[in-house]
């Protein structure tokens, strides 16, 4: 049996998604471009329904002073998503509320933490590379789990590391953040350099999840919380 009409624009749509991705890479400054860091923004995302379509989002901010760890900014947004969820491709579904969020945002960190990947990606275009290179801005990708790449596990004390890598090719970093914890997956997001990532990500964490990230997904799912079951 042939393949229908909708199988083969499915395929096409994939083909320039991957296009798009790839340029996105090529885009990426994967060294220190910037004059200052005081401040760094957490962001966050969440769904009603992972993988429904339409489902509403809602995406967070938290800024933090580096020197203190504690938050001085935060907002949340809220809008329905109708990109499909196709793994690899979340970038897509995941931009428009972040730019959303982004745009509304009145005070803007010098640093960018988006819980996700960025240069650790297949085609090296995570949501944390999209972000930096849709918007400008210096960005990280900080994930709790791997999509891409492999590693030999780092020493159990905190502030060791490991590289990602694909093939012989570093595509970001595996971080102990906390003695005895599970690491976190690091990776160049945009105008910055995978060690000064590395250093940033360390500096603010107090656990396992770096603080700006952290504190962010804690206001997100009170939020969700409110907003679905009204509970406070």
């Known amino acids: 049996m042939g393949r229908s009409q909708e199988d083969r624009s499915s395929e096409l749509r ?13 885009r990426v400054i994967g060294r220190d471009d910037f004059e200052k860091l005081q401040t760094v923004g957490g962001m966050d995302l969440t769904f009603e329904s992972v993988k429904e379509n339409p489902t509403r989002a809602w995406a967070s901010l938290v800024v933090i002073d580096i020197r203190t760890l504690k938050p001085i900014y935060s907002l949340v947004v809220e809008d329905m998503v109708s990109f499909p969820y196709i793994p690899t491709f979340l970038a897509f579904r995941e931009m428009p509320l972040l730019l959303k969020l982004y745009e509304k945002t009145e005070v803007k960190p010098d640093v960018y933490f988006i819980d996700g990947q960025g240069t650790a990606h297949p085609r090296g275009c995570g949501i944390a590379s999209h972000f930096g290179v849709e918007t400008g801005e210096v960005s990280v990708g900080v994930a709790k789990t791997r999509l891409f790449g492999h590693y030999k ?13 694909h093939g012989e090719r570093v595509v970001g970093a595996v971080v102990r ?12 997001g945009h105008r910055i350099s995978l060690k000064t990532a590395i250093n940033l990500v360390l500096e603010t964490s107090r656990y396992r999840i770096p ?5 962010a997904h804690n206001l997100l799912q009170q939020v969700r919380r409110r907003s679905l079951f009204g509970a406070t």
């Open 14 to 26: 994939i083909e320039e998604l991957k296009k798009i991705q790839l340029e996105c890479a090529r």
């Open 153 to 165: 596990e780092p020493e159990e004390r905190r502030g060791a590391y490991s590289y990602l890598k």
């Open 177 to 188: 953040t906390k003695d005895k914890t599970a690491p976190i997956f690091v990776s160049v």
């Open 211 to 215: 603080e700006p990230t952290r504190l």
